[in-house]
């Protein structure tokens, strides 16, 4: 088999991780998870101690910082300066913080990179995020943003969270806002992306429709 690369975008709680892993495992490719290295990043930035308002000072610790990922579908490994970050990323702190780091263009430009050379060097690769389509791999065989209404993106993330729906739907809202009115690279639908909405739809069959698609492509 030859190159493929999925971008999938789409905002929290869209099923984007659900859906691109087991799309990756159905297919036998590698998988990446963006957002994983913007919150390991901001898990580094946050350990620093540096005010996150300074756009200089967290572009420098971005530079210094040796971040890692994996792309194993079945469960990849994070860590930043050697230390596994796999939990660490997903509480409060980091989730409370990222949106403000992902948005300095320093620290795009830094991961923008990254995972363009993690997607040339997988050649097969289910790659999710905010910018996929649009920014990251805007050749990408196939390009799939997925939606959900905001009452179930709240209650898919505070199920997978054990958290209160109303504090989550808060949280999701007002990163939605921040990652999509950010000056660059802003959560985006590209132009020629298959808009899925997922409210009503099972993750099976998302992965299915997104097969189908593939095949249909070629
Ligand atoms: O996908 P996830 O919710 O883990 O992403 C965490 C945050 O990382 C997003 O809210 C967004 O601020 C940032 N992000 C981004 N660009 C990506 C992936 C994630 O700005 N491609």
Redesign the pocket.
């Known amino acids: 088999a030859g190159r493929c690369v999925v971008a999938v ?1 789409g ?3 869209s099923g ?2 659900t859906v691109s892993r087991r799309l990756a495992a159905g297919l036998g490719a590698r998988y990446l ?7 390991a990043l ?1 898990w580094a930035v946050l350990r620093s101690g540096v005010d996150l308002t300074d756009a200089g000072s967290v572009a420098k610790v971005a530079g210094e910082v040796d971040l890692r990922i994996g792309t194993d579908p079945q469960g990849y490994a994070v860590t930043a300066d050697g230390v596994h970050v796999e939990k660490e ?2 509480g409060p702190e980091v ?1 409370g913080a ?6 300095v263009p320093a620290v ?1 430009e830094l ?2 990179a990254r ?1 363009r050379q993690l997607i040339e060097a997988a050649g097969r690769i289910v790659v ?5 389509g649009s ?2 791999a805007p050749d990408a065989d196939l390009k799939v943003y997925l939606t959900a209404s905001e009452t179930a993106r709240a209650q898919r993330r505070s199920a997978e969270d054990a958290a209160d729906v109303a504090a989550t739907a808060a949280d999701l809202a007002r ?2 806002k ?2 999509s009115t ?1 000056k660059v ?1 802003p ?1 985006q639908q590209a132009p020629d992306a298959v808009v899925l909405d997922t409210t009503e739809l099972g993750i099976d069959e998302v992965v299915a429709r997104l097969r189908e698609l593939l095949t249909e492509r070629g």
Not at 33 to 39: F, L, P, S
Not at 98 to 103: I, L
Not at 128 to 132: A, L, T, V
């Open positions: 975008d905002p929290s709680g984007k991780s998870d963006t957002g994983a290295m913007y919150r901001t990323i997903r989730t990222v949106s403000a780091v992902a948005a795009r991961l923008v995972q999710e995020g905010r910018d996929i920014v990251v990163r939605d921040l990652d950010r690279n959560l």
